[in-house]
């Protein structure tokens, strides 16, 4: 449905899409008129299903409060049928339960009809909704389904007013909420409120971290906030921070490599290993199956550290290895990277290949062979075209109301450059300026590197900003990556496809390949 994008319209499958729509209860109408209402509301909705939500609240003036929670996400599914089996000439069709709409909404509820009645099922995500309350909405809603069933014209009760006032927050919690304050620039609400929902990004993490140990004391590592993103949660991670607990977290052996777990999954199940540019993979693992543990390997030393010492990509790779053998031998592995972090990923699964890797996945990397043979003139043009490449996106996204002019200025140079100068942006962050000049130094000793052999499952995902290199030349590895390796094309440009808009398949595609390692049998491994 809504399959408008030419970029979109070879990818198999059913694109099902959220529609944001608002119904007014006024409580003195049938149940049967406010169907009717919400029909009529729907199908005028599909006719601008295309615009960008965040624009038709600017058009009705309507702001989020600075003192508003971080919106829970609904998904409420109904049906009255489901189909089993479809044949279509010698293509069969076969439906199974999808669990996405868990793993991506706070609250999903889902009515389903069928030979047997009824079901009514919900799924729900615990850090924002208790048990005892998701047991009486079940109650509430069986009863009120119940009585619309036996008369429709029944008028809905009207809703309570007023607000139920909230208890006095702890004072580890007043703390907390005056740092948010002070980063953010707007004052948090509750314990639920999330960081990001209230206009937090990485940057703003990282000096609400440096706040966190000024203030109370205690080292909280940046992916513990990530993997709580909540003023709850990093209470939580403040209180965990100095207590002996369970842990992936590791360093290497030479001290270039830290390990640390984004999200927890089964014990003894499957890792997924992310390879530096920790921020780039938080929604990845928000969106991972409950399965799958994600960790971040990430170089924590500068790059003046690693140049005084020799360091090459091979060193970092093997140092790599080292720690994941060290502390996760007997998992089933795979290892993600974006860029130029996407070869180190290749390296370290050189080195892994004794290991139980399940596969390298690298995001627009180039091999290093095709880079080294450009031209000095053919370097320049292609930078330039992936900076304007990068400009336009965002100022695409700017004028559709999906980013601010903070986030455009971030991601356009000159543009951010005069925005500091004005004021209007803080200086960058020093631990933002270290991950920034890492970045680089690999990219430069990325040129002197040779495309490692890895024998074992290689993917390819190429968004918008290197799809159509990747479609033509592999991005430089033909022949060099084993025989029917695929390209996986996702929509979005770059780091932004892995932050936001493919984040969802590029998680999918990881945990399917995990999840079917691990399931085989230990003997055909």
């Known amino acids: ?43 005028e909705a599909l006719d601008h299903a ?31 049928g489901f189909f089993d089996r479809i044949e279509v000439g010698p293509v069969a069709i076969e439906a199974f339960p999808s669990r996405l709409a868990e793993r991506i909404h706070d609250l999903s509820i889902s009515i389903l009809g069928g030979p047997e009645g009824w079901r009514l099922g919900i799924t729900y995500n615990g850090a924002r909704f208790a048990d005892t309350g998701v047991a009486r909405m079940a109650r509430a809603l069986e009863a009120r389904l119940s009585a619309v069933l036996d008369d429709p014209d029944a008028v809905l009760p009207e809703r309570p007013q007023g607000r139920v006032a909230a208890p006095a927050s702890p004072p580890d919690h007043q703390r907390m909420a005056a740092l948010w304050a002070s980063v953010l620039g707007r004052p948090a609400a509750g314990p639920d409120d999330n960081f990001f929902d209230l206009g937090g990004y990485s940057i703003l993490l990282l000096r609400l971290a440096v706040a966190i140990e ?4 205690v080292r909280v590592e940046v992916p513990a906030l990530l993997a709580a993103p909540t003023l709850r949660g990093m209470v939580d991670a403040v209180r965990r921070a100095g207590a002996e607990r369970e842990t992936l977290a590791a360093t290497s052996p030479k001290g270039w490599w830290q390990a640390e777990v984004l999200r927890r999954g089964h014990p003894g199940g ?32 500068s790059p003046t550290v690693l140049a005084a010492e020799g360091a090459e990509i091979p060193d970092l790779a093997r140092d790599a290895a080292a720690l994941v053998r060290a502390h996760y031998q007997g998992r089933v592995l795979g290892l993600c990277g974006h860029c130029v972090d996407g070869l180190v990923a290749m390296h370290v699964a050189h080195e892994l290949s004794d290991a139980n890797l399940a596969f390298a996945t690298m995001v627009d990397t180039w ?26 996106h965002h100022l695409r996204r700017f004028r559709e109301g999906q980013e601010s002019w903070s986030d455009l200025a971030s991601q356009v140079g000159p543009l951010g450059a005069a925005f500091r100068a004005l004021g209007r942006l803080p200086p960058p962050e020093p631990e933002a300026e270290r991950l920034r000049a890492l970045n680089r130094h690999l990219a430069a000793l990325s040129e002197g590197t040779r495309s490692p052999e890895v024998t ?16 033509g030349s592999l991005l430089g590895w033909r022949g ?28 999918n595609l990881l945990a399917r390949r995990l999840l079917a390692r691990a399931e085989q049998p230990r003997a055909r491994r």
């Open 50 to 80: 295309g615009l960008p939500f965040d624009r038709i609240l600017r058009a009705a003036g309507i702001a989020h409060p600075a003192v508003h929670s971080g919106p829970a996400l609904v998904n409420f599914d109904f049906r009255d």
């Open 367 to 392: 091999a290093p062979e095709a880079l080294a043979a450009r031209s000095a003139a053919a370097r320049l043009g292609h930078a330039w075209a992936e900076r304007l490449g990068r400009w336009r």
């Open 1 to 43: 449905s809504l399959r408008t994008s030419p970029l979109l319209a070879p990818l198999p499958g059913v694109f099902i899409n959220t529609l944001p729509v608002r119904i007014a209860l006024n409580g003195r109408e049938p149940i049967a008129e406010l169907a009717r209402r919400t029909q009529t509301a729907l199908s």
């Open 270 to 301: 499957p890792i997924l290993l992310t390879v530096n540019q920790v921020f780039l993979f938080r929604r990845i693992a928000e969106l991972m199956d409950d399965r799958v543990t994600v960790a971040s390997l990430s170089i924590g030393v």
């Open 214 to 217: 000024r203030e109370f004391g």
């Open 456 to 471: 074992g499952e290689v993917a390819i995902v190429a968004t918008g900003s290197h799809r159509r290199a990747a479609a």
């Open 480 to 507: 060099k990556l084993p025989p029917g390796t695929p390209v996986i094309p996702v929509p979005g440009w770059h780091e932004q496809a892995l932050m936001d808009t493919g984040a969802a398949d590029i998680a």
